[in-house]
């Protein structure tokens, strides 16, 4: 019964949000079709904006990956984690999701391909990739794009909550999971 109700909610929920900004621009005598494509103009001159910071995370992704940092500093970490049942295999996602969620998204599906949907690092994996934040992204993209350039705050503290979203998915699927 929950199940088929959650289905239609999420099936439903979408089409009505839409039907009601409609309903309420009509409503409003809104000019529907001006507002939207100046919305749009200005998505546009947004994204314009925020490629040269798209480029820098990119890169910066590429030289860690292919010089070996990440495998590198997963060797290291190994042997720590594995006081806290975490497996060697979900060390890079830990990595590079403040990074990047493609490749965190990317590391996600070796690990699920490599060992499988049942597998306790595959769970691990999910519940770290869906518990943390592309910290450097979400700063170089939407800071970029209004023009703020003081980061050092929100650097850090962004951090902090990916390390605690780290720490937290690590302690729930050892108590849900392990």
């Known amino acids: 019964m929950l199940?088929?109700?959650?289905?239609?909610?999420?099936?439903?929920?979408?089409?009505?949000?839409?039907?009601?900004?409609?309903?309420?621009?009509?409503?409003?005598k809104v000019p529907l079709y001006e507002v939207f494509t100046d919305g749009a103009k200005e998505g546009?001159?947004?994204?314009?904006?925020?490629?040269?910071?798209?480029v820098a995370i990119i890169v910066a992704i590429s030289m860690l990956r292919a010089s070996g940092i990440i495998e590198m500093a997963g060797e290291f970490l190994a042997p720590v984690l594995a006081h806290f049942n975490t497996p060697a295999d979900v060390i890079p996602i830990m990595l590079v999701r403040s990074l990047?969620?493609?490749?965190?998204?990317?590391?996600?599906?070796?690990?699920?391909?490599?060992l499988g949907?049942?597998?306790?690092?595959?769970?691990?994996a999910a519940v770290m990739v869906g518990s943390s934040e592309t910290t450097f992204y979400v700063?170089?993209?939407?800071?970029?794009?209004?023009?703020?350039?003081?980061?050092?705050?929100?650097?850090?503290?962004?951090?902090i909550a990916d390390l605690v979203g780290i720490i937290l998915a690590i302690t729930v699927c050892n108590f849900m999971f392990a």
């Open 44 to 54: 546009f001159s947004v994204s314009i904006n925020i490629i040269p910071y798209l």
């Open 3 to 28: 199940h088929s109700i959650m289905n239609f909610i999420s099936l439903w929920a979408l089409p009505l949000i839409l039907l009601l900004i409609l309903t309420m621009g009509l409503v409003k």
């Open 100 to 114: 990047s969620g493609s490749a965190a998204l990317g590391i996600f599906s070796d690990i699920a391909h490599n």
């Open 139 to 159: 700063l170089a993209v939407y800071f970029g794009a209004v023009g703020i350039s003081k980061l050092r705050y929100a650097l850090i503290v962004g951090l």
């Open 117 to 124: 949907p049942d597998n306790y690092a595959t769970t691990l």
